[in-house]
């Protein structure tokens, strides 16, 4: 199975997957969570195509696509957060995907790459790539972002990387013909997932002007990555 070290252990954890969805979108998180499945929808149009959710999780965005008319399937190594819904599900391994060639026409990724390490980074896509028929979407984390000031307090063991070093990592894949993206969240999620909800709309406003005049790097970066 593919290992992330720290970050696997932590997801593995019954008492976090059970809890997970519950400490992050209530109150503000609500917020966060309307917003990320706004501009998840408005970069996938999933109405009649095939969707590979790659570490679903507890599957709140395979819901999202899935209620969308996308035929979705999600896959993450943890078990324990796997949760069922409207999507099929599968316990799997990012690197190695258990998936035939080009079976889907999309695949997205959200909170995910910030577990790999730099040098997976290029198999990953890679292997997505091999199974993905047009494009692929997922999020960075930026390391020129407020995100900086707790990164090392969290325990997901994760990565902060810049748009250049992942663009050098994208233009080593022969697959990839075609490279967009496009900043969001100038606040972190974490502020984001401590505020009352209606202190959070507030702030969902401010955030959204910061990203519209780019004020500063934005927190996270959405990637599209179109195949061959």
């Given at each position: ?122 198999g990953f ?38 748009n250049s ?64």
């Amino acid at each position: 199975m593919f290992m992330f070290k720290e970050g696997q252990k932590w997801y593995r954890n019954e008492e976090v997957a059970d809890s997970y969805d519950q400490e992050r979108f209530t109150q503000g998180g609500v917020v966060l969570d309307k917003k990320e499945r706004e501009t998840l929808l408005s970069l996938v149009e999933p109405d009649g195509k095939k969707v590979l959710d790659i570490a679903t999780g507890t599957g709140r965005f395979a819901r999202t696509l899935s209620d969308n008319g996308g035929d979705v399937v999600g896959i993450d190594a943890s078990r324990e957060m796997l949760r069922g819904g409207e999507a099929e599900y599968v316990q799997g391994d990012a690197l190695r995907l258990p998936f035939k060639n080009k079976g889907f026409d999309v695949a997205v990724s959200m909170r995910f790459l910030h577990l790999l390490e730099e040098e997976q980074i290029i198999g990953f896509i890679e292997e997505v790539a091999r199974v993905t028929k047009n494009k692929f979407v997922f999020e960075s984390l930026h390391p020129m972002s407020l995100r900086i000031f707790y990164q090392w307090i969290l325990p997901q063991d994760s990565h902060l990387y810049s748009n250049s070093l992942l663009q050098k990592k994208f233009d080593q894949v022969d697959a990839v013909m075609k490279v967009k993206k496009e900043e969001k969240f100038a606040v972190p999620y974490g502020l984001y997932q401590r505020l009352p909800k209606d202190l959070a709309e507030e702030v969902s406003l401010v955030d959204d002007e910061l990203v519209d005049r780019h004020t500063g790097p934005a927190s996270t970066v959405y990637w599209e990555l179109y195949f061959e």
